[in-house]
């Protein structure tokens, strides 16, 4: 009797998995679309009354929903160290990225933070029209985002970048790219390390799409070190991925026993 009562609990569990999986996702498929047709009216609204609405709409949406989340769908996030950073700045935020919740946590608590984005993204049509009213920067030309990245830091916003480029796949952490030294050295702001943890890499780059979470989900963000702008843009990368390693290899951290990601999955992921 104990046994089915253990299975049928199980099974039971395995339901609501499913379930929340479907209302995660398509609660922000919701969002996304009710906010789009705004989004496009606002875009003829004067560039400065533009990008405060487009962020702030991001703010308050992405916070919706990771009430949503919280309340039906066992989800648990920590965020209060990004809450002590709103009214530090200009600052370059730098994080890890081993889910696509990486960026809702993080913009749903600051009113003035503008992404780093792929292009791609910014021109899909469920995010390319809040991205560009917020004026998210584009990462498909180097010169152009250092430059649109440091026009946006002189205007004391917060400017959030993953230095891995996409979402982790050998894990703790990938390679840096160049972005976040060349544009901490060219605007002569500080980089705040951000290192986020979780239970799971639900949402990874080696998680499907439509594979069920392993529920309760626990994410959590927490201060790292703080970077002086760097003198040599190029050099820092190195500086910045041993210092990510090194934080997120420790015993106890769920990104030092996540499996690297198989090369055909790699190959078929979207970042």
């Not at 929340?20 to 989004?39: D, E, H, K, N």
């Not at 609204?45 to 009430?67: E, K, S, W």
């Not at 917020?134 to 030309?141: E, G, L, Q, T, V």
């Not at 963000?221 to 090194?246: C, K, N, S, T, W």
Request: glycine share 6%; hydrophobic share 50%; proline share 7%.
């Amino acid at each position: 009797m104990t046994r089915l009562l253990s299975r049928l609990g199980r099974s039971l569990w395995t339901v609501y998995e499913y379930l929340a999986m479907v209302l995660g996702l398509g609660a922000l498929a919701v969002l996304c679309l009710t906010w789009l047709p705004f989004a496009l009216l606002c875009s003829v609204l004067p560039r400065r009354a533009g990008t405060f609405v487009g962020r702030m709409a991001i703010m308050i949406g992405f916070r919706i929903y990771l009430h949503f989340l919280t309340i039906f769908c066992a989800c648990r996030f920590d965020l209060r160290a990004v809450d002590a950073l709103r009214r530090e700045r200009p600052l370059i935020l730098v994080a890890n990225h081993p889910s696509l919740l990486d960026v809702v946590m993080i913009v749903s608590r600051l009113p003035d933070a503008v992404c780093v984005m792929k292009a791609a993204l910014m021109d899909n049509i469920l995010l390319g029209a809040a991205a560009r009213l917020a004026r998210y920067i584009r990462n498909d030309s180097p010169m152009r985002m250092v430059r649109g990245a440091r026009s946006e830091l002189q205007r004391g916003s917060h400017l959030v970048i993953f230095p891995e480029g996409s979402r982790t796949q050998d894990f703790p952490f990938d390679a840096c790219t160049n972005a976040a030294g060349l544009i901490a050295s060219s605007a002569r702001v500080p980089v705040q390390a951000l290192l986020i943890e979780f239970s799971s890499p639900y949402l990874g780059k080696a998680w499907p799409l439509f594979r069920k979470p392993e529920l309760p989900l626990r994410f959590g963000i927490r201060l790292g070190r703080r970077f002086d702008p760097p003198d040599h843009g190029r050099a820092f990368a190195g500086v910045l991925e041993a210092y990510f390693r090194e934080e997120l290899a420790g015993p106890g951290n769920a990104a030092s026993s996540c499996p690297a990601v198989p090369a055909s999955r790699q190959e078929s992921s979207a970042s």
